[in-house]
């Protein structure tokens, strides 16, 4: 059974900074590309940042140089460090990784950014 388990989110004030993470079991890690997306109440859904098995990563526009995506695929955990934090950033965070046909969600993780 595929699980993937996120967790990191939480309330930080702006400037501030948070690491995500999201722990799969029950796929080959190493193969899939990966990736976080985010939702704002009101917003659909956006990508964040991705990467592929072994490919360059992609950043959105409004977080480049400020977030770091990373795998460790040991571990089976990918990561997304939050730096420089804004109001704008708040929004449930979604793990996904997908290969192929396969396509899997993480449960999502609430990211507040306030003052």
């Not at 708040?90 to 999502?108: I, L, S």
């Amino acid at each position: 059974q595929v699980q993937l388990v996120e967790s990191g989110g939480g309330l930080v004030q702006p400037g501030g900074s948070l690491r995500l993470s999201c722990t799969a079991s029950g796929i080959r890690f190493n193969i899939f590309a990966v990736g976080w997306y985010r939702q704002a109440p009101g917003k659909q859904r956006e990508l964040v940042s991705n990467m592929g098995s072994i490919g360059a990563v992609y950043y959105a526009a409004s977080v480049k140089g400020r977030f770091t995506l990373f795998r460790d695929n040991t571990m089976r955990t990918l990561y997304l460090q939050m730096n420089s934090l804004q109001p704008e950033d708040t929004a449930v965070y979604y793990c996904n990784f997908k290969y192929a046909d396969e396509d899997y969600w993480g449960q999502g993780t609430q990211v507040t950014v306030s003052s």
